[in-house]
């Protein structure tokens, strides 16, 4: 018998959590719950899901320190982060700390079902990774262990990071448009018409971890009007 895919909320809106348990499981999904912060972390550190939806606003913890928490022990967790605050700096804060998107209240049931689904499938087929990636002399990334040494400074990525900077790298020959990195690295199908900022802020993300200077980028750089590419200093 197929094990069902299981799914961790943690929401403090009891009329919400009723609702996406109500949803989740009409879709074919275990579920379990937690209604404020510790009793989210708990269960987040002490189970086994495939998937957790996570508020940001919770009493006794916010989702950000969950999400900082989980993800320090396991960097594979896919996390979907819920929230009320739509300004970029929440939601930079949450992709920060390794949530794989965000979606922002009010939203259709019916695009989170999807996204997470499609967050699922790309987080069980994943993507080959190399070893390494030499940007210069000064930058060389560990792909395996998720990390960069930039001179004498070790700075650590997301599993979602480093699957955009291997994308790249094994396309380095032309630009990406931004919305074959929402199809290749996280699901996303064109026709469901997601609205997300997510690839931007991942992008804004990895200058600041990879480029000497973010607001000039020289390694991952803007093609205007065609998208993103990766240039080492062997193929400027």
């Known amino acids: 018998m197929k094990r069902k895919v299981t799914i961790l909320i943690v929401e403090d809106e009891v009329a919400i959590l009723t609702?996406?348990?109500?949803?989740?499981?009409?879709?074919?999904?275990?579920?379990?719950?937690?209604?404020?912060?510790?009793?989210?972390?708990?269960?987040?550190l002490s189970g086994t899901f495939d998937m957790i939806l996570l508020d940001v606003m919770l009493p006794g913890l916010s989702g950000f320190e969950i999400c900082e928490q989980v993800r320090s022990q396991n960097r594979?967790?896919?996390?979907?982060?819920?929230?009320?605050?739509?300004?970029d700096e929440d939601i930079i804060q949450g992709l920060t700390l390794g949530?794989?998107?965000?979606?922002?209240?009010?939203?259709?049931?019916?695009?989170?079902?999807?996204?997470?689904?499609?967050?699922?499938?790309r987080s069980h087929i994943g993507i080959e990774i190399g070893d390494r990636i030499r940007l210069s002399d000064a930058t060389e990334i560990d792909c395996r262990n998720l990390t960069c040494q930039r001179g004498t400074e070790t700075v650590a990525f997301t599993r979602r990071e480093m699957e955009v900077l291997q994308y790249l790298?094994?396309?380095?020959?032309?630009?990406?448009?931004?919305?074959e990195l929402l199809a290749k690295i996280w699901g996303?199908?064109?026709?469901?018409?997601?609205?997300?900022?997510?690839?931007?802020?991942?992008i804004a993300k990895l200058r600041r971890?990879?480029?000497?200077n973010p607001a000039e980028p020289r390694h991952l750089v803007t093609i205007r009007g065609a998208g993103y590419r990766l240039v080492s200093d062997e193929n400027v």
């Open 169 to 179: 790298h094994g396309n380095s020959e032309r630009p990406v448009p931004r919305d």
């Open 188 to 202: 996303y199908a064109k026709n469901m018409e997601i609205e997300t900022r997510t690839v931007d802020i991942h």
């Open 76 to 87: 594979d967790q896919p996390i979907i982060m819920l929230t009320a605050k739509s300004s």
């Open 19 to 44: 609702g996406l348990k109500d949803v989740f499981v009409y879709h074919g999904y275990q579920v379990d719950s937690a209604e404020t912060g510790p009793a989210g972390l708990q269960k987040a």
């Open 99 to 121: 949530a794989d998107d965000y979606v922002t209240k009010p939203f259709s049931v019916a695009q989170l079902v999807l996204r997470v689904g499609a967050v699922l499938r």
């Open 209 to 212: 971890k990879i480029e000497n």
